[in-house]
């Protein structure tokens, strides 16, 4: 089936690490995007990407870091700058930057 | 960053009742889209709406795309205890923001059997 796919489910980070989350999809879908859920606020955009190769800084890209090298993948790297990690990650994916967005099942961060 | 008025923030109700949600922006909309979330998953696409006055039925869930392209409404007809959840909506601006989706807090939604 079709879809995106994120892993792992949970994950957890000690002080100081980097973490990666993965986001593969097999949509063909050009565009692909991060976003963080905390209670209460909604979604809020870390990066985008639209193309293989090029992406962009969303409303909150800080502490965080993100490559497109392939079509189907985009991986988000929390790195130790981010000082307060511990969300839920939601990646999704869109034909293209206007048509609607559709999303994985999410990566729950915690912080040890 | 720009964030959509939604609303009611929370909702609790009998099964079997309507719900309606709305949200709303100060800016033109093109495309106005109503996700689900249950929890601990990511939100599914429930309707999108791409014209003004555009009212679009998808089983029990009815949206309308506001003739002033500031709104938008959902309705949930007869409620049953699966319609628990969080509603978004999201709208892609008329102009400017990169074409990025812009969201809506969400509404929770919980049914009492």
């Known amino acids: 089936d079709g879809g995106i796919t994120q892993s792992p489910k949970y994950l957890f980070r000690k002080e100081g690490q980097n973490v990666t989350l993965s986001c593969e999809q097999n949509?063909?879908?050009?565009?692909m995007y991060w976003y963080r859920q905390d209670p209460g606020q909604g979604l809020r955009l870390i990066y985008y990407s639209q193309i293989v190769n090029d992406f962009q800084k969303g409303d909150i890209a800080e502490g965080y870091s993100v490559s497109r090298e392939k079509k189907e993948s985009f991986p988000l790297t929390v790195t130790s700058a981010q000082k307060n990690p511990t969300a839920f990650y939601l990646c999704?994916?869109?034909?293209?930057?206007?048509?609607?967005?559709?999303f994985g099942d999410g990566t729950r961060l915690s912080i040890l | 960053g720009q964030q959509l008025n939604q609303s009611p923030q929370s909702m609790f109700i009998q099964e079997g009742e309507d719900v309606s949600m709305n949200c709303t922006s100060s800016s033109i909309f093109n495309t106005w889209l109503w996700y689900k979330q249950d929890p601990g998953e990511g939100p599914v696409l429930l309707i999108a709406l791409y014209k003004a006055g555009e009212l679009t039925s998808n089983g029990r869930l009815t949206a309308q795309f506001g003739i002033t392209r500031k709104d938008s409404f959902l309705n949930i007809s007869a409620s049953i205890p699966s319609d628990v959840g969080i509603y978004f909506c999201?709208?892609?601006?008329?102009?400017?923001?990169?074409?990025?989706?812009?969201w809506g807090l969400g509404t929770s939604l919980a049914v009492n059997p």
């Open positions: 999704a994916s869109s034909t293209q930057g206007d048509q609607p967005q559709h």
């Open positions: 949509l063909n879908h050009d565009a």
């Open positions: 999201a709208g892609l601006p008329n102009a400017g923001n990169n074409r990025k989706l812009i």
